[in-house]
């Protein structure tokens, strides 16, 4: 009997462990000197100086936006950081899960890309998305004990390279500590 339980749970555990994805290795981004800096007890983030930062809001620690770039611009891009403070510890995987299905049914927004990913030890998953107008979402998630970091990148994929690279290189200089 013990060892019919001792092979359940073998198979249990490794079932488990094949749901979950292997993190691809990044390369931490080089950030310009002249990039400002936001460091808290928990988290660190750089940004250019071009970008506008505006403080706390509900549920938002902050928010930074792209310079206006012409009288037709729809959409400033901009990045934003959430904290979540969760009931109990979970998985990134599961968290994730959880976060894709709540974005798909209340925005009917379609997932284009899921990747998880390892930035000097710091792993963290990728979620790209766009909406029925055409915009496109990028949401970096870490988890740390029982708090959940979602970094968000809102932008119209149809504007200037430069302040793509740039989103991107913003969310690449998050960190937990």
């Given at each position: 009997m013990k060892f019919l339980l001792t092979g359940l749970f073998f198979l249990?555990?490794?079932s488990c462990s094949l749901k979950e994805?292997?993190?691809t290795v990044r390369t931490a981004p080089d950030i310009p000197s002249a990039w400002l800096m936001i460091e808290k007890d928990d988290y660190i983030i750089h940004y250019p100086q071009t970008w506008e930062r505006q403080s706390r809001s509900e549920g938002v620690e902050f928010q930074l936006f792209s310079p206006i770039t012409s009288s037709a611009d729809k959409l400033r891009d901009n990045v934003n950081l959430v904290i979540v403070n969760l009931f109990a510890k979970m998985s990134l995987e599961r968290y994730v899960a959880l976060e894709e299905?709540?974005?798909k049914d209340k925005f009917?927004?379609?997932v284009t890309g899921k990747n998880k990913y390892s930035v000097d030890g710091q792993v963290y998953y990728q979620l790209n998305m766009r909406w029925k107008d055409g915009n496109c979402l990028t949401q970096h998630f870490y988890l740390k004990e029982k708090t959940a970091y979602i970094l968000s990148f809102t932008y119209n994929?149809?504007?200037m390279d430069y302040m793509l690279s740039e989103g991107e290189k913003i969310l690449a200089s998050f960190k937990v500590k």
């Open positions: 249990l555990v490794c994805k292997k993190a299905k709540n974005l009917s927004i379609s994929p149809d504007e």
